[in-house]
């Protein structure tokens, strides 16, 4: 049974420029949700989507942005990037509620340095 | 929303056991309590998922009163592997804006 995925593993920007990260998520999740973790603190909440749609957000400009696809892969988009972008970058996946008990599972992330 | 509180860092040894415990005071009717388990430059580990009393699985057992504002993750015999932070979430079982991550608890097992 697959995890959670996450591509790139590593990846360097400048300041200005955009960037696209990846996830696919765990065989029969359907929601995915973004969150950004700085060095030495707790993950931060992002966004989360389901059925292809932005669900819930959280305090994050609209410089973040994101996709998901009819397989429920999903990207984060970052455009003009700051230095203060730099973070692991983390997936989670889940199954939508609907009366049923899931909990949600984290990919590997995806360390973005910007320069 | 709920907030969660726990302890900064913890010390053990191999083999002992340890207990962790999250403050959550205005935990909400439908909040579920979630552990996780990170190790550095990796994504959280799913431990263990409660709603109330006591859960157990392979890896850890979970303590929840009554009243729900408080919970207790423990782990038996640590290895040094276990050498983690250990985040303690208070939120909808699927996740989303209800759910904040706190600072966690670096646990250091020593030999």
């Known amino acids: 049974d697959a995890g959670v995925t996450q591509s790139p593993t590593h990846l360097i920007k400048t300041r200005g420029q955009q960037v696209t990260l990846r996830c696919s998520p765990k065989s029969g999740h359907d929601t995915v949700s973004w969150y950004q973790q700085a060095l030495g603190q707790g993950p931060q909440f992002i966004f989360q989507y389901y059925e292809e749609e932005e669900r819930q957000r959280g305090n994050f400009p609209d410089r973040f942005s994101g996709h998901q696809f009819p397989n429920y892969s999903s990207e984060l988009n970052v455009n003009a990037l700051l230095l203060g972008d730099s973070a692991l970058y983390l997936c989670a996946s889940s199954l939508d509620p609907g009366g049923r008990t899931d909990t949600q599972y984290f990919g590997p992330g995806t360390r973005l340095t910007v320069l | 929303l709920a907030k969660t509180t726990q302890p900064i860092s913890m010390d053990s040894y191999e083999g002992q056991e340890v207990n962790i415990t999250c403050s959550h005071n205005?935990?909400?009717?439908?909040?579920?309590i979630t552990w996780y388990q990170q190790f550095p430059s990796q994504g959280p580990r799913f431990i263990i998922q409660?709603?109330?009393t006591k859960v157990t699985n392979e890896v850890a057992s979970l303590f929840i009163p009554a009243d729900r504002k408080s919970s207790t993750l423990s782990l038996p015999r640590v290895s040094l592997s276990d050498t983690a932070v250990y985040y303690c979430?208070?939120?909808?079982?699927?996740?989303?804006?209800?759910?904040?991550f706190g600072a966690g608890t670096r646990l250091f097992v020593k030999a």
């Open positions: 409660g709603y109330k």
């Open positions: 979430l208070v939120g909808p079982h699927t996740g989303g804006f209800k759910t904040i």
């Open positions: 205005n935990i909400a009717t439908n909040d579920y």
